[in-house]
């Protein structure tokens, strides 16, 4: 299918528009002529002299003698019959004489015009009145040779607005093909030297791939017109350079946190014997679950925010969340306690969402808890939600760290910062924190905070 040319369309229009020009301009005349405007001045019967003159030419024939004459032609003579006091008549252009069948009167009043061979005349006969001009005469081309008409007294139709402009286009038809030839010649190039810049962009463009998606259009050269077009295909780049990235990023983050647990799994599978095996291969499996669950939710969000904006009770997820770890705790030897305010409170985000970081937060310090510890889940009155252990700990310095994607402190210690990174993403999604303190006494708080609604 092909593609529309601007440089066709704007040139198309141009024309469109003098051609426009010219006819708005020309009834803007007659308006201001029939108004009483001097330097337009014009009439009604002269706005009908245009199809009177060519009823007057389709009524030449020449006669026995082989003389041209005025045969009214059944148009004209139902002209003359409207219009009484219509006259007509036709001259030699070489020898001024007026032809069988022109009206005396137009002949004798003139006879003398027609000694100076003028190219147009308007007049009026005298007895009439001299405001209004009611006859014209003018050269014209037939097919007996070149005659001087003349009409008076014809009356106005309103197909004579018709007339008149096509006989108004046929005397400036060339002035008009030239001014319009020259314009859309110089549309057409000033619209192909305007648009070499956009050349220069789509070359540009054609050498972005999915390898360099970082790199930019240039703006510099691009017209103040297609400014906004170039920067708005830099931002969707943009956008897209950081959709993939994302994605990218999601890949590689979900190979990396999976490895360590996938790891640990294969292990426990060579030693079946371990009396803890059944249990430890569940717990293994829930945090690889876990881990999926949070990948996937993050996924979701990021095509679907709106998700990210419903009103959860934080209280009811956090007790839920606390309440399913209960038995884990007790399997692992730990406890676990939970803490809230009475009643609710109201936070914006996805319950899923919530829920698998929750669930992430918890299984970690259950792994970190030493045996017989207490693992502590409280939300305080501002909906901030804590997550308490008391094992080793997380050093002041890897606080910021744990949350990167790709962080591993040691790949022996899987207790701690499993799919931290894919949390501080879900919070970031939410619009939230995560961040995390010192347990007084020793040990990790990990906090939540989900804006309000």
């Known amino acids: 299918m092909s593609r529309p040319s601007l440089a066709l369309r704007v040139v198309g229009y141009l024309a469109l528009g003098q051609l426009l020009a010219f006819l708005i301009a020309w009834l803007a005349t007659i308006f201001l002529g029939l108004t009483g405007a001097e330097v337009f001045a014009t009439s009604l019967e002269e706005l009908a002299a245009a199809r009177a003159v060519k009823q007057v030419i389709a009524s ?18 139902e002209e003359l019959r409207r219009s009484p006091r219509m006259k007509v008549a036709a001259f030699n252009s070489i020898t001024g004489e007026p032809v069988e069948g022109s009206s005396a009167e137009l002949a004798n009043a003139l006879a003398r015009v027609n000694e100076i061979s003028p190219s147009h005349v308007h007049f009026t006969l005298p007895g009439d009145s001299k405001e209004s001009r009611l006859g014209m005469m003018e050269p014209r081309r037939t097919p007996f040779g070149r005659l001087h008409v003349a009409v008076y007294g014809q009356t106005f139709v309103l197909s004579d607005v018709y007339h008149a402009l096509q006989d108004e286009l046929e005397w400036l ?39 360099s998606l970082d790199q930019r259009l240039s703006s510099d050269q691009a017209p103040t017109e297609i400014g906004p077009l170039v920067d708005a295909i830099n931002d969707a780049l943009k956008r897209l350079d950081a ?10 983050n979900a190979a990396h946190e999976l490895r360590t647990p996938v790891a640990i799994l294969s292990a426990r599978l060579d030693a079946p014997e371990e009396p803890t095996f059944k249990t430890d291969l569940k717990r293994d499996a829930r945090r690889i679950r876990n881990i999926v669950e949070q990948l996937l939710t993050a996924a979701r969000l990021e095509r679907r925010p709106a998700e990210s904006d419903q009103r959860i009770d934080i209280i009811a997820v956090a007790r839920a969340m606390a309440a399913d770890a209960a038995l884990l705790a007790i399997r692992a030897e730990r406890q676990i306690a939970f803490e809230a305010p009475p009643g609710e409170l109201r936070v914006a985000g996805n319950r899923t969402a919530i829920e698998s970081v929750l669930a992430n937060l918890i299984d970690n310090a259950l792994h970190a808890e030493p045996e017989g510890g207490l693992v502590f889940v409280k939300v305080t009155d501002r909906a901030v939600v804590e997550v308490i252990d008391h094992g080793e700990g997380i050093a002041e310095c890897d606080r910021e760290m744990i949350f990167e994607p790709f962080w591993r402190k040691s790949e022996t210690k899987p207790g701690t910062g499993l799919g931290l990174s894919i949390a501080k ?22 906090k939540l905070a989900f804006p309000r609604p």
């Open 243 to 252: 959709g993939v990235a994302r994605q990218r990023r999601f890949t590689a």
């Open 425 to 446: 993403e879900l919070v970031s999604i939410h619009g939230g924190q995560i961040w995390v303190e010192e347990t007084p006494g020793g040990g990790a708080t990990f």
């Open 173 to 211: 038809r060339v002035y008009l093909v030239a001014v319009v030839l020259m314009s859309v010649t110089t549309a057409w190039f000033a619209v192909r030297q305007g648009l070499w810049p956009l050349r220069a962009i789509a070359q540009e463009a054609s050498h972005i791939d999915m390898d």
């Open 60 to 77: 030449l024939a020449y006669d026995g003698r082989g003389s041209v004459r005025i045969e009214p032609s059944p148009e004209l003579r």
